[in-house]
């Protein structure tokens, strides 16, 4: 099966799918007492508050907050006592189900922490417990059947203390395959010797139980992405300064590290003063992680709250501000991030949670914690240790195609098993999305009438309010003769629109559906169906047809006769084509699934990574009409949840660097799409090398991409030999076509200039559906970018813009290029050659030795993120070899290796602009 992306053929009236005729288809206080009160109660929030993302795409925050379960929105809930120690609320996992009507799932608990959701939704929790100063974790699992078992007794101090003031920051993680992991502090004697290191703990799915981190102070922050990497924070007290550095270990057990991400200096963090510190990763491989509100000892702050992001290019920014203690973070499957604030009135404290939506958009669920005024949390001083949130959009899927039917009844086709796996492929290639065990694909004898119907009926069973369906088929369509009732084919017999409009009846209130068809006559638009004197039946429009019927079927089981509106669940449909056009197929994807496939790569109109359905028709319909003018994709989304719902995710395969080849070395180079540019000096513009295009099938893209920072210009070399109208070589800048060449085409220079800002450049080379022509690629050489550098310093504008908030160098702010802004010893050009930060004195490009090893000497070098850093060996301090060139973009901190095979041996770390 051919996988490539493109578009078919255009083919004979025999390759549509059409069947005509009958059986068609988130102050401390004065006194003594308040302050120690005030500060219990916000260290238990603060110190907890966390959220993770299961595999399934969970959203888990801790504390006292939801934990968001197939739409529905659970939470931990501390027990509250008096100052007395009479209990007034026993600790629990609340829930709040879709249509707000509230639940308590488990209760009796002291302090419940460390939600996590796995992908079948059984819910893991912990019970911290107190008994000054022991305090004692037990983690249990609780099936969604109410089934609860325990792994026992996971944390104990025993007669031991915690980090910092001695409390439990207990966070759990659930992999992909079952795997738990969680964070177990360091425990030491009353004199502060250590009797524990911290680590991070697993417990694998067959039970057996290793220690995966040894020698941590205080791990928090868990988070895995679909990748199987773990992400957490280690959390160290030098009172009052506060440090959290932040890790990723990858599953063969290598660890980078991203810096020093929160440090309070001589600063109080909101509360207690203690880091809750949290970290979500998205499906696109950004980092979310909150910092705390900063203030000075009198309670003036010197830096408000934020929820910082990392992207997966290296590049930092502030997401959220304006918090005093965000925590809680988490993210759905459509990239929406969950966040809540915790905010200190002692002895009150108060959590609210929020919602932000991929375009910034930010609504807010109310106050979900609240301990009143007069309420103690759980654990010495009143402190607790959980506040969590889980958000579970589960997404199914289900995928037919059906190229041949019983008895050669209709005619057979030819795309349609193509375009199913072709959809099939593309939603799988986002794991963060979709997962595997809930994608159903049904081909040809497999896709009958009756497998169809209980497919969609099972789903309809399983699905919870807040759950994405999305169902697509591509296949012959059309009418039942005589009651003119729309049809699409299965591989048996019609499946008409009134038995698809009872099946997506039977879908839960808050499901969202999204409906893609390639078959024919299944247009969404209503009033195209008003056209005065056609001849053919408005009911052929399948999708208003349905939808239509739906109506009538939802009234029936709601006993409502007189309503109006489908309510939920929540419909988008898009179809190949209008009411009254047929659908084409082609020779490996049917005409439009062809470019829908296309568009899962090329279709990301807003650059966000992430590709929404309706992205996905904006970018397949004006192609597909550019293709057969007699063939428009339409769209039906009254409840507008095609542009919701995220149907694949754009990310890059970083590991391409063509700094020689291509210059612009100071520029991250990555190659996506079906295969990689390669480096080559045979055919090139001058004597240097340039890149090539890989050889790719019909449907194929190759493609490199690179971003380029601030307002400059931009020059290249390129040279084109291919199939002329058919084979192109495209360039693209921020999502808009400049070039779209074809043919021979001998060396040319390309140049242009870019406003302010960061700017993508992508290059591709697109095959069409049949014939190798030429060379059949095309090659890329010699980039140039010079940004725009208004006092001539050799440091362009937008690098002076970001670190000094003005572009050229002036002497009252030590921004020049030859000045020292933070007195570490380099000036401010070295500063941006090594992308380190001018004004952090901390931050500056050097070799550190930091231990002997069994093969050699350990060694660290830190330095920036985007720039070319080249590691150098020497005998004599003369002569110098490369050891290691690391390609942007690199970790902050990496450590390297290095052999002892001479008596002396000098290592320099040095960087290439």
Not at 169 to 184: E, I, N, P, R, W
Not at 430 to 458: F, K, Y
Request: hydrophobic residues 35%.
């Amino acid at each position: 099966m051919n996988d490539s992306i493109g578009f078919p053929l255009l083919r004979t009236a025999a390759d549509q799918h059409v069947r005509e005729g009958n059986g068609n288809r988130n102050n401390r206080a004065n006194d003594a007492i308040q302050q120690q009160r005030s500060c219990a109660l916000m260290y238990a929030l603060l110190r907890s508050l966390g959220v993770l993302l299961s595999p399934s795409g969970l959203l888990l925050i801790c504390l006292v907050l939801p934990m968001v379960a197939c739409g529905e929105v659970c939470f931990s809930h501390p027990e509250i006592k008096d100052i007395n120690g009479n209990i007034l609320r026993v600790g629990s996992i609340e829930r709040i189900a879709a249509d707000g009507s509230p639940s308590t799932v488990v209760s009796g608990l002291c302090a419940p922490s460390g939600l996590a959701l796995d992908a079948d939704r059984n819910l893991y929790y912990g019970n911290v417990t107190y008994d000054a100063p022991r305090v004692q974790v037990e983690l249990f699992k609780r099936t969604p059947a109410g089934s609860v078992t325990s792994y026992g007794t996971v944390v104990d101090t025993s007669t031991g203390r915690l980090p910092g003031d001695g409390e439990a920051a207990f966070q759990v993680v659930v992999s992909a395959t079952g795997d738990l992991y969680y964070g177990h502090p360091q425990i030491k004697d009353i004199n502060g010797n250590i009797l524990r290191v911290g680590s991070i703990e697993r417990i694998a799915a067959d039970g057996r139980r290793s220690t995966v981190i040894s020698g941590l102070c205080a791990p928090s922050g868990l988070a895995l992405d679909a990748n199987g990497n773990l992400y957490y924070g280690n959390v160290t007290y030098d009172a009052p300064r506060v440090q959290v550095e932040l890790f990723k270990r990858t599953p063969a057990g290598s660890v980078t590290s991203y810096g020093t991400v929160v440090d309070t200096s001589t600063g109080w963090l909101p509360g207690r003063g203690e880091a809750a510190f949290q970290v979500v990763v998205a499906a696109t491989g950004d980092l979310y992680y909150n910092h705390p509100q900063i203030e000075d000892i009198n309670g003036n702050i010197l830096r408000v709250g934020s929820i910082k992001r990392i992207a997966a290019d290296g590049s930092r920014s502030t997401v959220v501000s304006g918090l005093c203690a965000p925590s809680g973070l988490a993210l759905d499957a459509n990239g929406s991030l969950y966040y809540a604030n915790v905010i200190y009135d002692a002895p009150r404290v108060q959590v609210e949670l929020f919602k932000r939506t991929t375009a910034g958009s930010v609504t807010s669920y109310g106050t979900v914690v609240d301990t009143t005024s007069t309420g103690w949390l759980p654990g010495y001083y009143g402190r607790y240790s959980a506040f969590h949130v889980v958000s579970d959009t589960r997404k199914y899927a289900l995928v037919v195609g059906i190229d041949h039917y019983l008895n050669g009844q209709p005619t057979d086709l030819s795309s349609c098993v193509n375009d199913a796996e072709g959809i099939n492929c593309r939603i799988r290639s986002s794991p963060q999305l979709w997962n595997a065990t809930d994608i159903t694909v049904l081909h040809d004898g497999d896709a009958t009438h009756a497998r169809i119907r209980d497919e969609l009926n099972r789903l309809a069973r399983i699905a919870t309010a807040d759950d994405i369906v999305f169902f697509y088929q591509s296949s012959h369509g059309g009418w039942t003769f005589g009651t003119h009732m729309a049809t699409i084919w299965a591989y048996d017999q019609d499946y008409l629109d009134s038995e698809l409009a009872n099946d997506l009846a039977l879908f839960p209130d808050g499901c969202t559906i999204v409906i893609v068809l390639d078959t024919c006559y299944s247009g969404g638009m209503a009033e195209t169906m008003a056209l005065g004197g056609s001849s053919i039946p408005p009911q052929w429009n399948f999708a208003q047809a349905v939808m239509s019927r739906m109506k009538d079927a939802m009234s029936s089981k709601s006993g409502d006769l007189e309503a109006t509106s489908l309510g939920k669940p929540s419909i988008g449909w898009i179809t190949a084509c209008d009411w009254d056009q047929t659908s084409r197929a082609g020779q490996v994807y049917s005409l439009f699934t062809g470019y829908l496939l296309r568009g899962f790569h090329d279709g990301d109109a807003n650059r966000d990574q992430r590709i929404s359905f309706s992205e996905l028709f904006d970018y397949t319909k004006p192609l597909t009409v550019a293709s057969d003018a007699n063939q428009v994709p339409q769209i039906l989304d009254a409840a507008g949840v095609l542009c919701q719902v995220i149907a694949g995710v754009r990310s890059l395969a970083s590991g391409m660097a063509y700094g020689g080849p291509l210059g612009a070395r100071k520029s991250v180079w990555c190659s996506t799409r079906d295969a990689s540019w390669f480096t080559q000096t045979n055919t090139t513009y001058s004597s240097l090398p340039a890149v090539q295009s890989a050889p790719i099938p019909d449907f194929g893209i190759s493609q490199m991409e690179s971003a380029f920072e601030g307002f400059g210009s931009i020059s290249f070399w390129y040279k084109v030999s291919s199939q002329t109208n058919a084979d192109f070589f495209d360039v693209d800048i921020d999502g808009t076509n400049l070039l779209h060449l074809s043919g021979e085409i001998p060396w040319t220079q390309y140049s242009t200039l870019l406003t302010t800002g960061r700017h993508v450049v992508c290059w591709s080379y697109v095959k069409d559906s049949s014939n190798t022509v030429a060379s059949d690629c095309a090659w890329v050489g010699e980039v140039s970018w010079l940004p725009q550098d208004s006092d001539c310093d050799s440091i362009p504008d937008w690098w002076m813009q970001r670190e000094f908030a003005h572009a050229t160098g002036l002497s009252n702010d030590n921004s020049r290029a030859s000045d020292d802004a933070d007195g570490d010893g380099v000036d401010n050009a070295s500063e941006y050659a090594a992308d380190t930060d001018p004004n952090d004195r901390d931050s500056y490009l050097r070799v550190n030795v930091l231990s002997k090893a069994s093969d050699g000497l350990t060694m660290q070098c830190q330095g920036g993120v985007t720039a070319w850093q080249l590691v150098e060996r020497s005998t004599d301090l003369r002569h110098w070899t490369p050891f290691v060139t690391n390609v942007p973009p690199v970790s902050v901190i990496y450590p390297i290796t290095v052999p002892t095979t001479e008596s002396k041996q000098f290592y320099r770390l040095r960087v290439e602009e």
